[in-house]
């Protein structure tokens, strides 16, 4: 049997998106997307295969994923001969310092994925999840995690300290940075667009990072040791002074779980606004708080974006990616405008078209909308490490 199919998941709190590739010399080929959406009721299983859209209805618990997949993979069956798969490849958040690449899943790698749970737990309970209802359905076929932090693993060590006792930073309380298969595929695309240039990638979503690239490298980031830090999100904090933390479990009592739930579930753009956790629908309201919110999200955006160049020393091109950077354009000219003193001139006009260069002729930092594909990373390193093409 001629086992020539890839299957990608990259699991979220209310999504688990999966993406089919043809296994070939040259690379992974897509032949297909979708989306397990848990928000429809019922809820469905969406698959997008060239110019055909499909869906199907998933009539099980959602809180059995085990069930819940074998119904997918069921209605699957009629789209592809799923005896083909040859290995299936997951998004994991946090690898900390023991994944600085993908990894083949054994148990052994399953308990150390596990350990790190909790410093990203809106993801990786859920990732850990899938990869162990996967194993049950397919036992045969190998799969393999890419991890969102192994990326910056090549930060040099003075970016990734905090100030705080050196004897932690051994014991793994660092910086480690996220959203690094996009990160990695921005990169991969920068060659023929800015060659050899200092540049800050801004991927914009509910969740939201920034980093900073030269030679193809990652050099800093805005998240940290967890996906808390760096800018505001849509429900998350974004960078906080601790004080708060102590002020809120010392003085007002709060226990552990309640700011967990706080920082993660009860912040950000949702927070301030005191809400709405979307950005478009901010960005429609007439509302002040809504106002303040966006205007405090592009606020702390264009303050990364300097912190960043001051760690490269200098930068040439600001990229848009992600859910709000690549279709948000009011979001995107806001942050421009915040940057036009370090030399950002925006053309409305090619802005507001989605464009892939959104800057002036004159503009001495450019200004590039490169949409990001996280899954293409998952599939490549899925050949890389379970795979003997």
């Known amino acids: ?28 080929r897509p032949l297909a997307s979708g989306v397990i959406d848990f928000r429809d009721e019922p809820f469905a299983i969406r698959l997008k295969r060239e110019d055909e859209a499909l869906s199907g209805t998933i009539t099980a618990d959602p809180g059995d994923l085990t069930a819940v997949l074998n119904q997918a993979f069921a209605w699957l069956a009629g789209q592809f001969d799923l005896s083909r798969l040859a290995v299936i490849g997951h998004r994991v958040v946090h690898g900390g310092d023991v994944f600085t690449g993908p990894a083949r899943i054994t148990d052994q790698v399953i308990a150390q994925i596990d350990t790190l749970a909790r410093l990203a737990p809106l993801h990786q309970p859920q990732s850990l999840a899938l990869i162990r209802a996967m194993r049950a359905l397919y036992p045969d076929v190998p799969q393999t995690a890419s991890f969102d932090t192994a990326f910056h693993a090549s930060n040099p060590p003075l970016m990734r300290r905090f100030a705080i006792p050196r004897a932690l930073y051994d014991q793994g309380i660092k910086r480690y940075g996220f959203h690094g298969l996009s990160y990695r595929y921005i990169a991969g695309q920068l060659g023929d667009l800015v060659p050899d240039a200092k540049v800050v990638a801004a991927h914009l979503g509910s969740g939201a990072s920034l980093c900073a690239i030269h030679g193809g ?173």
């Not at 950000?268 to 950005?279: H, I, K, N, R």
């Open 217 to 389: 490298i990652s050099i800093d980031s805005s998240m940290g040791f967890s996906t808390l830090d760096g800018i505001p999100m849509a429900t998350r904090s974004g960078a906080l002074d601790p004080g708060v933390i102590l002020h809120l479990m010392g003085e007002m009592g709060q226990s552990l779980k309640q700011v967990e739930t706080m920082l993660y579930r009860e912040s950000g753009l949702l927070g301030v606004s005191g809400f709405e956790a979307d950005s478009r629908e901010l960005m429609a309201s007439p509302r002040p708080e809504a106002a303040e919110a966006i205007d405090l999200f592009c606020l702390r955006i264009a303050g990364e974006v300097a912190r960043l160049a001051t760690s490269m020393g200098g930068i040439d091109a600001l990229i848009f990616t992600a859910g709000i950077g690549e279709h948000q354009h009011g979001i995107r000219a806001r942050v421009a405008a915040r940057l036009a003193w370090l030399g950002t001139e925006l053309d409305p006009k090619a802005n507001e078209a989605g464009r892939r260069c959104i800057s002036t002729a004159s503009s001495r930092v450019k200004l590039l909308i490169i949409p990001t594909d996280e899954e293409i990373i998952i599939a490549r390193e899925a050949i890389s490490e379970g795979t003997a093409i």
């Open 1 to 28: 049997m001629t086992r020539d199919l890839i299957l990608t998941f990259n699991a979220g709190s209310s999504t688990i998106k999966l993406g089919f590739y043809a296994l070939e010399i040259a690379g992974p």
